[in-house]
């Protein structure tokens, strides 16, 4: 797996770095195939119940490498044929039913953009700035387009994409494209405590609960309330269940084993 990726887990918390500061973690085709390998490893690993994603320097990601593909350079995004946009996030994020916080580090445009607005949780640093890629002859290929209007509402989303504007932190907070924005120095620790309190709820509950939210975004209300259901009859049967239950009894912590 590429060094430009790298991957920490502490407890119930996977973090995720982009690792190529110098290029301000632009984007290339063994970063994308490590991200992918990584996201979809950690989702499928039952000790992790919260994934840190995270970059490097003073950036989070500045999209695409368009240096090296404008120069073809081998390992850039399309050099090697067409790229499967199925298989690389953001798209894998709707795959994985663990809960995904970005720490937005720094600026992200283009596809960094889509990459943070697809995981479920920002929390942004001061330095945060996002960039639409229409001012370079682009559009948000990764998701931007159909998360936009959906997060913020249409204008909003027009806003952002159309007029391209360099949008600072307190514009990404305004717009409501950030749970919250904390000093630089504290980013990680912030997003470490928001990831520390969801792992400790029962991470059954955790995922089936996103899952649900994510088909509702494609659903009628019938059809996801029935989906809601089939999830609790599932969640009833579980020991978490048996222990959220007792612990609320016993007024006490619950410990929950994700069984």
Not at 44 to 73: H, K, P, W, Y
Not at 77 to 88: A, R, Y
Request: charged residues 25%.
């Amino acid at each position: 797996m590429s060094d430009d990726v790298l991957f920490e887990r502490d407890g119930h918390v996977a973090t995720i770095t982009l690792n190529r500061p110098e290029r301000l973690n632009a984007i290339s085709m063994p970063m994308l195939d490590g991200l992918s390998e990584l996201l979809l490893r950690s989702g499928e690993d039952r000790d992790v119940r919260v994934i840190v994603l995270t970059g490097a320097g003073r950036g989070f990601c500045s999209g695409l490498d368009l240096v090296d593909m404008a120069q073809n350079t081998p390992g850039a995004v399309g050099t090697g044929g067409v790229v499967n946009i199925n298989e690389h996030p953001p798209f894998v994020l709707r795959r994985i039913d663990t809960p995904v916080i970005c720490a937005l580090n720094g600026p992200a445009s283009g596809y960094g953009m889509d990459l943070a607005l697809g995981c479920d949780f920002v929390i942004a640093s001061e330095n945060a700035a996002f960039v639409s890629p229409v001012r370079r002859s682009l559009v948000p290929e990764s998701g931007g387009t159909w998360l936009l209007p959906r997060l913020i509402g249409w204008q909003k989303a027009c806003e952002v994409v159309l007029l391209a504007r360099r949008l600072d932190a307190a514009e990404i907070e305004r717009l409501g494209m950030a749970n919250a924005v904390v000093p630089n120095d504290d980013l990680m620790k912030e997003a470490r405590r928001w990831a520390d309190e969801i792992a400790a709820n029962p991470p059954l509950a955790v995922a089936a609960a996103k899952r649900t939210m994510r088909v509702g975004l494609d659903s009628t209300f019938d059809a996801n309330a029935h989906h809601a259901m089939a999830e609790l009859r599932f969640l009833m049967r579980t020991r978490d269940f048996q222990e959220g239950v007792q612990s609320f009894v016993e007024k006490r912590d619950a410990v929950f084993e994700g069984r």
